[in-house]
């Protein structure tokens, strides 16, 4: 069962806490949001669970969000639906209500991602796409020589991939995404070219992992990070990223026929 905070937040971040500038750094990165619109294939209306401030909601579906955050509702510009209070894994419509469901940087959060992926099965008549991270590459990312216990959350927070396909049930393909260098999603692996995002303070809270980690660690961390950009030692290192057009890491896109 989801326990809420005040807020109403269902998962195990607080965005009545952190959720502050979520939209501000979160934006709905285009290459990323043309992958899950083909996922959703012929589609003309969409559930997007854990819908958050709107990210990946194309004006091409008519759209239902379901948001459990009285903050991240908030943040919904006045341009999309509205979202209905609801979690994951108690979805508040009849079976076969939508021609397909959505679900981006969220399941890592549910209290019960499983109980969710087949609550968005038996909502949708078609397919389901999820876009989330394998937690068997998270720490593969250069943040994990400064952040490692942020990295470690995110790794224990993921299900793996093989649970969500059997979740899902039926015909599931597994896509790795690639993100570009100019990502303006601002998840941690979208700064994998641009360091010194990760020094803004608001960019580190705009990614939950970071919350879960003693503040007094965080602040460890990013000196570490500031030091080594100061003296060239990330450069010397990792600083071939800086051209690198894009990064296959982490992120993955599930789709269930
Ligand atoms: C990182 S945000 C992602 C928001 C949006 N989908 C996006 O891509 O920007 C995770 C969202 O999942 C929501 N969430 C957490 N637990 C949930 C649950 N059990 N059911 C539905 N949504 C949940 C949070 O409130 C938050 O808005």
Redo the contacts with the bound molecule.
């Keep these: 069962m989801?326990v809420r905070t005040a807020d109403?937040?269902?998962?195990?971040?607080d965005?009545g806490t952190i959720?502050g500038a979520?939209?501000a750094y979160?934006r709905?990165e285009p290459r990323i949001g043309a992958l899950i619109a083909r996922a959703l294939g012929a589609a003309r209306t969409v559930v997007?669970?854990?819908?958050?401030?709107?990210?990946?909601e194309s004006a091409a579906f008519d759209v239902t969000p379901?948001?459990?955050?009285a903050a991240?509702r908030a943040q919904r510009p006045a341009h999309l639906p509205p979202a209905v209070d609801?979690?994951?894994?108690a979805l508040p419509f009849p079976d076969d209500s939508f021609d397909a469901a959505m679900?981006?940087?969220?399941?890592h959060?549910?209290?019960?991602p499983a109980a969710?992926l087949r609550e968005m099965r038996r909502v949708a008549r078609g397919p389901v796409a999820v876009?989330t991270c394998d937690p068997d590459l998270v720490r593969d990312f250069w943040l994990y020589e400064y952040a490692p216990l942020v990295l470690d959350t995110e790794a224990r927070r993921y299900p793996p991939v093989g649970a969500i396909t059997a979740a899902l049930g039926g015909s599931v393909e597994v896509t790795p995404v690639p993100i570009p260098a100019d990502c303006v999603?601002g998840?941690n692996e979208a700064y994998y070219a641009r360091p010194e995002m990760l020094l803004d303070p608001a960019a580190r809270q705009?990614?939950?992992a970071w919350s879960f980690v003693a503040p007094d660690v965080a602040a460890a961390y990013t000196e570490h990070l500031r030091r080594d950009l100061a003296d060239g030692t990330w450069d010397a290192r990792h600083g071939h990223l800086r051209g690198q057009p894009e990064l296959t890491g982490s992120l993955v896109l599930i789709r269930a026929a």
């Design positions: 989801s109403g937040s269902a998962g195990d971040a965005y959720g979520y939209a979160r709905p997007n669970v854990g819908a958050g401030a709107g990210s990946y379901v948001e459990p955050s991240m609801g979690v994951a894994e679900t981006t940087f969220s399941i959060q549910w209290s019960d969710g876009l999603d998840f705009s990614c939950s």
